[in-house]
């Protein structure tokens, strides 16, 4: 009979603790956007409720990371460039999101410093592939 470890993926969703660590990333994220002054650029860019957000953007790195599909299940055909495609984002604002994205993660995530880092890495790297 298989174990959990066994049968569990070996993907940054599950090393670093599911759906609950990925909100908690994503918590992280958003309430540095709304409190450190260095992100106020890319907070203007949205809603004064960050309600919605928070459970999307936590959907999509749930699937991004190698977890459940939910967010790609719910907008099939849509992906995170054309979703952003109508907003004007600059180099400095996409670098604004990354950095952000990076204090967050590395903030929730610190027991797997080197995965937390790689995962921000590449999340800051597909931030600043949207900026203009």
Not at 18 to 32: K, N, P, S
Not at 75 to 89: D, L
Request: charged share 25%; aromatic share 8%.
């Amino acid at each position: 009979m298989a174990t959990a470890a066994e049968t569990t993926p070996n993907t940054p969703f599950y090393k670093l603790g599911g759906h609950e660590t990925m909100q908690a990333i994503v918590d992280r994220f958003y309430d540095l956007m709304d409190s450190d002054p260095a992100y106020a650029e890319l907070r203007a860019m949205h809603a004064p409720d960050l309600s919605r957000m928070r459970k999307s953007l936590a959907l999509f790195l749930a699937g991004w990371a190698g977890g459940p599909r939910d967010w790609l299940d719910q907008n099939p055909g849509r992906c995170m460039m054309s979703v952003h495609k109508p907003y004007a984002i600059t180099k400095q604002v996409a670098g604004q999101w990354g950095e952000a994205m990076k204090r967050a993660i590395a903030d929730v995530a610190p027991e797997d410093a080197e995965l937390a880092k790689a995962m921000g890495g590449v999340l800051e790297e597909l931030a600043l592939g949207m900026g203009r």
